[in-house]
């Protein structure tokens, strides 16, 4: 089965107990109509039998016309989601279906296909499946929805059971969704400041480490040649499925999380991990991504103007550059690239698309060559492409929510360890490393210093470490890398 990467951060337990659906609907054309009038035909035959024997009670023949009722739907539900076309997300892309989805409380989880959804449910209101299933459509007009649909009741245990296998096959359909994509490139990154980070965090046989951003596994391996216990988190596929094989022979020592690491606490709360002795981070994108071009990270080689690390995501760069007004855009590449012409670029993006949307990256880089005259080595294009990746994947807010969230994780003694590789975020990493770290607040207008009620952490790098010659030699982007480590007292 292909194309239902749907993720376990998706997926909310169903309290035992509770009866819950499940809701599948399809686009016009995604199952065959006179398959869908026989199935149709012997649905009604099978319902009205269960009817009868449900008079006559005579149960035993009732179940059996039940199993296969749920036969005949789950043929169909089969094969909506075995996919013939490649396009595997193409439903999700459809602004705002998943996030009509996903904001509707009453849903548990859910999966969407080339051309169909599978969502379930549990009733929380008074609002009946079909009128959930009617409101995700009519936020979504430009589908073109088959108006038919399957709605089943199951058990919380029975949806459970469907959650959790489908949990299973999206993680091992990673693998093949991956192979599928068709770049067949291994997965290729030198992992950054590897000893340093390692050795600061202290790893032991039993210890709990979180490797908040896993990537191809190179600082989990050694966290877990160590003896640790690892929870290696990356919203990026591509990722995950390359680490999954590169630490398999760790077993269940490692456990592989898809999510944000903005959501630390809960992604690990979910599954039943409170505190931590460790937490790393090695901050931005990994060499894959920049060197696919069609991942749209970089503008060496042509691609589509995505950068998104996590290809489930809705908005992509080219939303921002052809959607963005001229005075955000501005302030993105200001604050994001501290590109100093920014308001010229953005005047030049918005005069360009107003002629036809900039869709590559490319197109993009020489729009801004136009603007800004090549000086030394920086490609003109440098800082405004690191602003708009920036800005897709949150990387600040998402680092703001890291550092807070992986701190409260910690044990006493336990230890976070961060490596930046630009000024703002090591700015952010820093100034909230002082914030933990400052015994005592002073200011001026006060009589004496008082007590910092954030203080619960020491330094344990005064200054960062940076790689050393023979790393740079081997590696030139550990260029700018910088590890901070702090200790929780
Ligand atoms: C520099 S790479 C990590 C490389 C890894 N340490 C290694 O040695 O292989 C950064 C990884 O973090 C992931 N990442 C970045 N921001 C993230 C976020 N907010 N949530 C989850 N993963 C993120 C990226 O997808 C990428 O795979």
Same mark, same amino acid.
């Given at each position: 089965m292909r194309g239902e990467l749907t993720e376990r951060r998706e997926f909310i337990r169903p309290p035992q107990g509770v009866l819950c659906y499940r809701v599948v609907t399809w686009r016009v054309g995604a199952v065959e109509q006179e398959q869908w009038e026989r199935g149709e035909a012997e649905r009604r035959r099978l319902v009205e039998r269960m009817q009868d024997m449900a008079v006559s009670g005579r149960k035993g023949e009732r179940n059996e016309c039940e199993e296969n009722l749920n036969a005949l739907n789950l043929n169909v539900i089969q094969n909506l989601f075995d996919f013939r076309a490649p396009a595997a997300h193409a439903l999700t892309r459809v602004r705002g279906l998943r996030e009509s989805v996903r904001s509707d409380g009453a849903v548990l989880g859910y999966r969407f296909g080339e051309g169909a959804m599978c969502v379930w449910l549990e009733l929380v209101d008074e609002r009946s499946p079909e009128e959930h299933l009617c409101a995700w459509m009519a936020a979504n007009p430009e589908v073109e929805w088959s108006g038919q649909s399957i709605i089943s009741q199951h058990s919380a245990q029975e949806v459970q059971a469907e959650l959790d296998l489908l949990c299973k096959g999206a993680e091992q359909n990673e693998e093949t969704e991956i192979e599928n994509q068709g770049t067949g490139a291994p997965y290729s990154h030198v992992t950054v400041l590897a000893r340093e980070a390692v050795e600061a965090l202290q790893p032991s046989e039993g210890k709990v480490i979180v490797d908040?951003?896993? !990537? !191809? !596994?190179g600082h989990s391996e050694l966290l877990l040649e160590a003896g640790a216990n690892v929870w290696g988190i990356d919203r990026d596929p591509v990722a995950r499925a390359a680490a999954r094989g590169r630490l398999a022979r760790y077993g269940e020592r490692l456990h592989i999380v898809a999510g944000n690491f903005g959501n630390i606490r809960q992604l690990l709360g979910e599954r039943g991990v409170q505190e931590v002795d460790g937490v790393l981070a090695d901050i931005g994108v990994s060499s894959p991504q920049v060197d696919t071009p069609e991942r749209g990270f970089s503008f060496r080689a042509d691609g589509p103007l995505d950068m998104r690390m996590d290809p489930m995501q809705e908005r992509t760069a080219a939303d921002i550059v052809n959607g963005a007004d001229e005075g955000e855009l501005a302030e993105i590449l200001w604050q994001y690239g501290e590109e100093r012409s920014a308001r010229a670029i953005a005047r030049r993006i918005v005069q360009q698309r107003k002629k036809s949307p900039i869709r590559s990256t490319m197109e993009l880089a020489k729009l801004i060559s136009t603007v800004l005259p090549r000086k030394g080595k920086l490609h003109p294009a440098t800082r405004s492409f690191q602003a708009l990746r920036i800005a897709v994947n949150d990387e600040l807010g998402e680092l703001q929510r890291l550092l807070e969230g992986g701190y409260e994780l910690l044990c006493r003694g336990g230890r976070m360890a961060v490596v930046t590789f630009h000024s703002l975020e090591d700015r952010a990493v820093k100034q909230f490393f002082a914030q933990v770290t400052t015994k005592e607040l002073d200011r001026p207008e006060w009589a004496e210093p008082r007590p910092n009620p954030a203080y619960g952490a020491k330094l344990i790098t005064r200054k960062p470490i940076r790689p050393g010659e023979q790393e740079l030699t081997a590696n030139a982007r550990a260029r700018s890398a910088k590890l901070r480590v702090i200790e929780k007292i």
């Open positions: 908040a951003t896993l !990537g !191809g !596994g």
